[in-house]
């Protein structure tokens, strides 16, 4: 782990991301204190976050149809999708 202050990330910053790049942590001070940490994302941490992103895009999607009258129940769309057999 390493601690660098922000003149240090920002005049070294190429340098510290390749060390994050290695699995190294940094962690970032301002004024003296830990403020931040910069850690490596990985292929599953990045899935998460698009998978995150996705949900949260069509919650607003749905509220927003909702406020706007643009939403039928779960009985009636099931009704429309799968008719009964009768």
Known sequence: MQYVNTVELRDQANAILH?????ELVIVTFR??????????????LEALVEERLLKKAVEE???DLAKGRA???KAYAR???????
């Open 19 to 23: 060390r994050v790049q290695k699995g």
């Open 72 to 74: 039928v129940s779960l």
């Open 32 to 45: 003296g204190k830990p403020c931040a940490r910069i850690q490596a994302i990985t292929d599953d941490d």
């Open 80 to 86: 429309g999708r799968f008719p009964s057999s009768r």
């Open 62 to 64: 749905g509220l927003e």
